[in-house]
């Protein structure tokens, strides 16, 4: 869509809009009804020369929604207009009916198209070689050009067990490529560690002489701040004396669990704010009482790191309370109202504040924002650690391999003791196999399609690139210092010996 058209949309949309609010008593003095008048002329004008003019019949209500959604992703990319069939289906997903693949996704600047934010871990996505950064192209053949992020999410979900085909652009890659990913029930634990025990759960203590702990949180749900406190008082009992936060490609979250994180580790002050044009600010504040208030600790952050994780990297790193290692992060800080418009069955879903950091700054990047503006997260100064898109596709390969093997065991059923069996239940164990054994493959009962399948093994190729993860290296050489520093003797001391 040329940019004459997105600003001809947004004007007519907006004419369309303004009588609304004269019906509702809502007038505002810099708004004068003449200029209104004026607009939503301008409005009716073009429809009419639509309708009478263009080289097919059109329909005027789609003509409307067209205009509503010209104006309202001219606004920000999370904004949108949702009708009601779209409505219907917004309210399914939030009550858990349909299945995903398992990303989130924003809408790239530069090009109109759907950039993926972060694969989440162990889901279809994630296995079928998806990564943050990726464009897509298109969704079964159909092109994303234009589309807003609820459309999509509308695309990619369905019921579990059925099949959508993506068109892929790999960061840095020449050639899209074409992956067709089965949807399933979504449900991933946010917290992890670096390893596995051999029973399946996470070992959080990275390197057992130093103490030093490791948490990684891959998105911010209902239950990931009392995950994240469990994990810290397994660290605890272990004599943890310093933590690496893992947040790297976390798309973010519910703003109460990214509150209850940074609680963990603040003793006071704020932790974030929201503030709008027609809002009431609010602040959240941390309360003093947690045991880690004091824990040396490290952020290790990257460009995928989204919404409520800048929200806890901001926190920390505002009142000085961990060192942030990586890059700079997405700068998605903005607050989502639902508005219902008068005809009761569409929705507009609007931007109507913004996340502020402890010191004041804004954490979301605007459309028109600069690399030069104030937004996301950045890394301290001295601890940026950039990676080239085929460096990150290294890691995150390794990272897959790593974690696929591992979530395999942790979601394979536990074999029951077997007792022994009497000859009679020998005798219908046999009867049952000779009866299966010629029975043709298409006649067997098919598989549940509501049933998630497990992850398959994926052991990685014997020319895999090694584990090096270069930006956890930094922050273990950052943390290392930390904690040598809090060891040593006051300068007194050194001198008095």
């Known amino acids: ?106 809408i790239d600047s530069d090009t109109g198209r759907l950039r993926v934010i972060a694969p989440m871990v162990g889901t279809p ?37 059925t099949d959508v085909e993506l068109n892929v652009l790999h960061e840095g890659a020449d050639q899209p490529i074409t992956v067709k990913l089965t949807r399933a029930i979504i449900d991933v634990p946010s917290v992890m560690g670096e390893d596995r025990r051999k029973d399946g759960s996470w070992d959080f203590m990275l390197d057992k002489e130093r103490k030093i702990g490791y948490i990684r949180v891959s998105n911010f749900v209902q239950s990931s701040g009392e995950d994240v406190r469990k994990a810290l008082d397994e660290l605890n009992e272990q004599g943890a004396k310093g933590l690496i936060l893992d947040l790297r490609d976390d798309p973010g979250g519910l703003l109460s669990a990214a ?35 004091d824990l040396p600790m490290v952020v290790l952050i990257n460009q995928n790191s989204a919404s409520a994780s800048e929200i806890v990297s901001a926190a920390l790193q ?14 998605k800080g903005s607050v989502q109202n639902i508005m219902e418009l008068q005809d009761g069955n569409s929705v507009l879903k609007l931007t109507v504040a913004s996340y502020h950091r402890p010191s004041g700054e ?66 219908q164990e046999n009867k049952e196999k000779s009866e299966t054994k010629d029975v043709p493959k298409d006649e067997k009962p098919p598989t549940d399609p509501t049933k998630p399948e497990p992850p398959k093994l994926v052991p990685p190729p014997e020319d895999a690139p090694p584990f090096v993860d270069k930006v956890l290296d930094k922050g273990l050489e950052v943390l290392k210092s930390k904690m040598d520093a809090a060891d040593a003797p006051p300068a007194e001391e050194k001198k008095a010996a």
């Open 125 to 161: 996505a994630y296995r079928g070689g998806i990564l943050a950064g990726d464009l897509i192209l298109e969704i079964d053949g159909h092109s994303t050009e234009g589309m807003s992020s609820d459309k999509a999410v509308e695309a990619l979900t369905g019921r579990p067990g």
């Open 362 to 427: 804004n954490i979301h990047r605007f459309r028109d924002a600069k690399v030069t503006d104030k937004w996301g997260v950045s890394p301290d100064e001295g601890m940026e650690v950039k990676l080239t898109p085929t460096e990150y596709r290294d890691w995150f390969l390794a990272r897959r391999a790593r974690d696929l093997p591992a979530l395999t065991k942790l979601g394979a059923p536990k074999e029951p003791a077997e007792a022994p069996q009497s000859d009679a239940e020998k005798a």
């Open 1 to 106: 869509m040329s940019r004459r058209r997105r600003i001809f949309l947004a004007l007519a949309a907006a004419a369309a809009v303004f009588p609304l609010g004269w019906a509702a008593g809502s007038l505002r003095a810099d708004k004068p009804r003449d200029e209104m008048m004026e607009l939503y002329g301008l409005f009716v004008d073009a429809v009419e020369k639509v309708e009478a003019n263009y080289v097919r019949p059109v329909n005027r209500k789609e003509l409307l929604e067209s205009a509503l959604e010209g104006m309202l992703q001219n606004l920000d990319q999370h904004s949108s207009y949702i009708n009601m069939g779209e409505w219907q289906q917004f309210r399914k997903q939030i009550e858990g009916k349909f299945g995903g693949i398992g990303i989130q996704v924003g």
């Open 318 to 331: 505002d009142h000085e309370r961990a060192a942030i290692v990586g890059h700079r992060s997405y700068g």
């Open 259 to 293: 509150v209850e994180v940074a609680d963990l580790f603040l003793a006071e002050g704020d932790i974030v704010s929201t503030k709008g044009r027609n809002t009431i600010p609010k602040s959240y504040v941390a309360q003093k009482g947690s045991p880690y208030e």
